[in-house]
C-alpha cells in the first residue's frame, strides 16, 4: 500500500503541476492510457483510505511549485469526472471523504430537499415519449447537481448530463459504492433507474436528446441501461415521492379526461 500511495501522489502532483512532467512522460504522452489509470482510480476495489494517503503525503517532500493541499490536488485531478461547477459545489460540501470514490460522490449528490413519499413501495413511471403522450411535459433545467430533478404541476424538470466514455465506470462504482456501504443513501443508484425508466427506447432517447438532457454520441447515450443490468432498488429509492407524484398527476388527468369524453357521449 505504501508503495501505491507514493505512486497516486506522483502522479496527481506530475498531473497539477505541469513543469514536474517529463518530456517523453509515458503517462501523460497518450491520452487514452491515462483515462484507463484514471478510471482505475475511482474502482471501489482500488480504493486507498484517504487518511493513508494523507499520512504519506505529509511525510513525503512536496516540490516548491506546489501550493495545494491534497483534496485540492485530487479535485482538480479528477475534475472532468465531476459534473457541474466545481467551484460552486465546494462552497456547499465538505472537502471531506473516505476515499477518492467517496469525495467523487459528495460533488454528485442532490441540493434539492427530498419529496416525501406517503407509499412504503416505490411506484415506476413511463418513458419519456409515453409520459408526453400522456400530456407530460420534460423539460432541461440548469442545477448545480444533474440529480436536482423536479416535478411541478405537469413539468418534469432534469438537469442536463454530457454523456461520455467515462460515465459507464463512474456510476457503476458509484453505485457499487452505496450498495456495499448500508449507512450510504442511494440518490446516485435511484437516479440511474430513474433515468433507465425515461430512457426506455430509442425514441425516449432521441426525446431525452431533443430536449438537451441526455447530451453525448449516440452510442454512449443507453449507458443507463448497461450500469442498471443488475440492480434493483428497493423501499428506500430517492426518487420515490417524485415518481408518487407523476404517477398521481397522471391519474388526475386521466380521470379529466375519461369525465370530458363519457360527457359528450352523453
Not at 13 to 36: A, C, H, M, Q
Amino acid at each position: 500500500m505504501l508503495v501505491d500511495c507514493c505512486f497516486i501522489i506522483e502522479l496527481v502532483l506530475r498531473y497539477v503541476v505541469k513543469g514536474l512532467r517529463r518530456k517523453d512522460d509515458p503517462i501523460f504522452t497518450s491520452n487514452e492510457g491515462f483515462w484507463v489509470l484514471r478510471c482505475d482510480l475511482i474502482k471501489l476495489e482500488n480504493q486507498i483510505p484517504l487518511f493513508v494517503l494523507q499520512h504519506v503525503f505529509n511525510l513525503v517532500p512536496i516540490p516548491n511549485q506546489c501550493t495545494y493541499t491534497l483534496i485540492e490536488l485530487t479535485l482538480l485531478f479528477f475534475k472532468k469526472m465531476i459534473p457541474g461547477n466545481l467551484e460552486l459545489l465546494q462552497e456547499r460540501y465538505s472537502l471531506e471523504g473516505k476515499h477518492f470514490l467517496d469525495i467523487i460522490r459528495n460533488y454528485y449528490l442532490p441540493t434539492k430537499p427530498i419529496v416525501k413519499s406517503r407509499k412504503l413501495v416505490p411506484e415506476n413511471i413511463y418513458s419519456a415519449t409515453k409520459l408526453q403522450k400522456m400530456g407530460f411535459q420534460v423539460k432541461p433545467v440548469a442545477s448545480n447537481s444533474i440529480l436536482d430533478i423536479q416535478f411541478d404541476k405537469g413539468v418534469i424538470k432534469i438537469p442536463h448530463i454530457q454523456i461520455q466514455s467515462h460515465t459507464e465506470i463512474v456510476f457503476r462504482n458509484l453505485i457499487a459504492l452505496e450498495e456495499f456501504n448500508e449507512v450510504c443513501s442511494n440518490p446516485i443508484k435511484s437516479y440511474a433507474l430513474l433515468m433507465r425508466s425515461l430512457a426506455e427506447t430509442i425514441k425516449d432517447v432521441k426525446l431525452l436528446q431533443r430536449k438537451r438532457i441526455l447530451l453525448g454520441k449516440k452510442e454512449d447515450v443507453n449507458v443507463f441501461k448497461k450500469v442498471c443490468e443488475e440492480v434493483v432498488m428497493k423501499e428506500d429509492s430517492y426518487y420515490k415521492g417524485i415518481c408518487e407524484q407523476i404517477n398521481g398527476y397522471g391519474k388526475i388527468k386521466w380521470r379529466i379526461w375519461y369525465r370530458k369524453v363519457t360527457c359528450r357521449e352523453s
